[in-house]
């Protein structure tokens, strides 16, 4: 079956530009998570859905960033006023979350960003 | 900070003979457990997971050790091949918190045929 799409997978961006990223979860699974990973790094924890809604965005960086769910399936990252420090990949996953039982992340691909 | 770290941040075989990873943690209260593989140009791919009430766990060519008194995973990869060349994760759930997943910084596996 399908797994967790992203789009696009590579942007390239000027600095103060705005950008959108989006994420197809794999159908039916309810969590979805973004993660930021820097060159040579670990992943970064950066917001939780649990269907439409966000119970955690502690882990976005700054008020430039947010992150919408419509409909409990696609998720859009957006980026505003980019800056070089936010040149990463950035990392979806989705999860047939299920109360009280933890289960993988599934992960897409990524999207590369650059910001010149 | 992290909780998950590894000890060892590259790990060189030669094709053939089994990998050990390893991976300490410091949170008592994680009670789920991911073993990630992540190629180049790739996302994380899930291989394997344990939860903490359970030591041992295998999966095709893979096996995942839990010590909790110790606070200790590791991966075993068994008759490593150039196509496990990559980044291997641990990552982390802690207790209370069941639904962010904690990664380590990972370790670079590279297979020499």
């Known amino acids: 079956g399908a797994g967790v799409s992203q789009s696009p997978s590579n942007k390239v961006t000027e600095k103060g530009k705005d950008v959108e990223l989006r994420c197809d979860p794999i159908?039916?699974?309810?969590?979805l998570y973004w993660y930021r990973q820097s060159l040579g790094q670990g992943l970064e924890f950066l917001i939780y859905?649990?269907?439409?809604?966000?119970?955690?965005k502690s882990g976005l960086p700054s008020d430039r960033f947010s992150a919408e769910r419509t409909g409990g399936s696609v998720s859009t990252l957006t980026i505003q006023r980019t800056q070089q420090e936010d040149s990463a990949v950035y990392l979806c996953?989705?999860?047939?979350?299920?109360?009280?039982?933890?289960?993988?992340?599934?992960f897409g691909n990524g999207t590369r960003l650059t910001v010149t | 900070g992290e909780s998950v770290g590894l000890h060892l941040p590259t790990l060189s075989v030669q094709e053939g003979d089994n990998s050990i990873i390893n991976c300490a943690y410091s949170?008592?209260?994680?009670?789920?457990f991911i073993w990630y593989k992540q190629e180049s140009g790739k996302g994380p791919q899930f291989i394997i997971d344990?939860?903490?009430?359970?030591d041992k766990r295998q999966g095709q060519r893979v096996t995942v050790l839990l010590n909790k008194t110790v606070k200790h995973l590791s991966l075993q990869i068994a008759a490593t091949q150039p196509g496990d060349s990559a980044v291997y994760f641990c990552?982390?759930?802690?207790?209370?918190?069941?639904?962010?997943?904690?990664f380590g910084k990972g370790t670079l596996l590279t297979v020499n045929p």
């Open positions: 159908s039916g699974h309810t969590a």
């Open positions: 990552a982390e759930i802690r207790g209370g918190s069941n639904y962010k997943l904690t």
């Open positions: 996953a989705s999860s047939p979350k299920i109360r009280d039982r933890n289960s993988p992340l599934h």
């Open positions: 344990i939860r903490s009430n359970m």
């Open positions: 859905f649990q269907g439409n809604s966000a119970p955690d």
């Open positions: 949170n008592s209260a994680s009670d789920y």
